[in-house]
């Protein structure tokens, strides 16, 4: 079984962070996840809920901790450009 990383930034819009979790096979972004693992292999199970396509992505300790806030509050899928942001 590969190895796949996440990869994403933790101030990454959350379009981003879904984008990097979506299904390899179908390009779903129709996925389920859950974290796993312990302090130091901090790791999402992800199903894709269009295939069935199931994975584990390794993520860094920053990732689990973004993804760790959206447990009960579902990813905003609204793009936010970060070049929008500094200009205020």
């Given at each position: 079984m590969p190895c796949e990383?996440?990869?994403f930034r933790p101030a990454d819009?959350?379009?981003l962070v879904a984008a990097a979790l979506a299904c390899p096979v179908c390009l779903s972004s129709a996925v389920r996840w859950s974290l796993l693992g312990g302090?130091?292999?901090r790791r999402?199970?992800?199903a894709c809920t269009a295939c069935g396509h199931e994975r584990d992505v390794f993520?860094?300790?920053e990732q689990a901790l973004r993804l760790s806030l959206h447990r009960t509050c579902p990813l905003d899928l609204t793009f936010h450009s970060p070049d929008l942001?500094?200009?205020l």
């Open positions: 990383t996440a990869h819009s959350g379009v302090r130091y292999d999402a199970s992800c993520l860094t300790p942001l500094t200009a």
